[in-house]
């Protein structure tokens, strides 16, 4: 499975961006999707995910702020992130497990400034 993550770039605080990942093959509705984040000098953390079945996860700092879907028939996940801040500034990657492997996207730069 190949992840492609695009939609990134430089937006001002308070600004909305959706970035997407585009699978290269099917991938099972019930089959874990996410976004991760890493910022400058930072460790990765977990962002948000979405299968089908449960409700999104959302880490704290972004709950009520960023939206995770995925569209089955276009094998692609999204993430709306409104209301940026300038402490969302990071390479987001979207992520997925098929059959206990894990998949990463090469990353996308987002940069809010103040």
């Known amino acids: 499975v190949q992840l492609q993550a695009s939609g990134g770039g430089l937006v001002q605080a308070g600004g909305s961006l959706r970035l997407s990942c585009a699978a290269s093959r099917t991938i099972h509705s019930s089959v874990i999707m996410g976004w991760y984040r890493q910022a400058p000098g930072k460790q990765r953390e977990f962002v948000a995910s979405?299968?089908?079945?449960?409700?999104?996860n959302y880490a704290d700092s972004v709950q009520g702020r960023f939206t995770i879907s995925r569209d089955n028939a276009k094998n692609t996940l999204y993430l709306q992130m409104n209301s940026l801040k300038p402490d969302d500034t990071a390479v987001y990657y979207c992520?997925?497990?098929?059959?206990?492997?894990?998949?990463w996207g090469q990353g996308t730069l987002v940069t809010v400034s103040s």
């Open positions: 992520k997925t497990n098929v059959q206990s492997v894990d998949y």
């Open positions: 979405i299968r089908s079945g449960r409700d999104p």
